[in-house]
T-cell receptor
Framework: GAVVSQHPSWVICKSGTSVKIECRSL??????MFWYRQFPKQSLMLMAT?????????EQGVEKDKFLINHASLTLSTLTVTSAHPEDSSFYIC?????????????FGPGTRLTVL | AQSVAQPEDQVNVAEGNPLTVKCTYS??????LFWYVQYPNRGLQFLLK??????LVKGSYGFEAEFNKSQTSFHLKKPSALVSDSALYFC????????????FGGGTRVLVKP
């Protein structure tokens, strides 16, 4: 299947700083990428849908000014957690599907564990 | 709105025994159903999907799932579980009417004991 990478795999930062997480599709063009967060022992919650060349679509309850998403190319989407606080500590996972049919499965990155001190 | 339910938080099974992980769904249109597996501190790995056709779908690592429209279920099965199958399993549904977004179940932790 298609390969999606994330960088970094883990990050520890101080409260109030910003952290950028990159999501790359390595062997296909990703028109759409999805950003999820996962708290310990919980399911994945969709945060936003990132579309190449346009603004991201955020799910209800997700602050778009706090979680900045940029999808400037067909292989790269970034999520920036601005002014991070301890409650933002979580496992962030991106995914993408090959362009086209609705029924294609999404391919997930390995995740980024963010710890805010 | 679409939703997925995985009624069991954890399933324990002895190695070599059959494994079943339950999933029921609710969508307004035709469902596209998926199973993913997650190992600790890793992203999700795709196991199998149902789009149309045969109700019994075969996937990776010896897993299969049966689509049952009348019961709105898509249970994951493996005839003989391995210790290495111990992981977190997620069922997911996609409804085109919902904008191609995946909705995940709460996950089921599988523990296979030697």
């Amino acid at each position: 299947g298609a390969v999606v990478s994330q960088h970094p795999s883990w990050v520890i930062c101080k409260s109030g700083t910003s952290v950028k997480i990159e999501c790359r599709s390595l062997d296909f063009q990703a028109t759409t990428m999805f950003w999820y967060r996962q708290f310990p022992k919980q399911s994945l919650m969709l945060m936003a849908t990132s579309n190449e060349g346009s603004k991201a679509t955020y799910e209800q309850g997700v602050e778009k000014d706090k979680f900045l998403i940029n999808h400037a190319s067909l292989t790269l989407s970034t999520l920036t957690v601005t002014s991070a606080h301890p409650e933002d500590s979580s496992f962030y996972i991106c995914s993408s599907g090959t362009s086209g049919a609705t029924f294609n499965e999404q391919f997930f990155g390995p995740g980024t564990r963010l710890t805010v001190l | 709105a679409q939703s997925v339910a995985q009624p069991e938080d954890q399933v324990n099974v002895a190695e070599g025994n059959p494994l079943t992980v339950k999933c029921t769904y609710s969508v307004s249109g035709n469902p596209y159903l998926f199973w993913y597996v997650q190992y600790p501190n890793r992203g999700l790995q795709f196991l199998l999907k149902y789009i149309t056709g045969d109700n019994l779908v075969k996937g990776s690592y010896g897993f299969e799932a049966e689509f049952n429209k009348s019961q709105t279920s898509f249970h994951l099965k493996k005839p003989s579980a391995l210790v290495s199958d111990s992981a977190l399993y997620f069922c997911a549904v996609r409804d085109k009417a919902a904008g191609n977004k995946l909705t995940f179940g709460g996950g089921t932790r599988v523990l296979v004991k030697p």
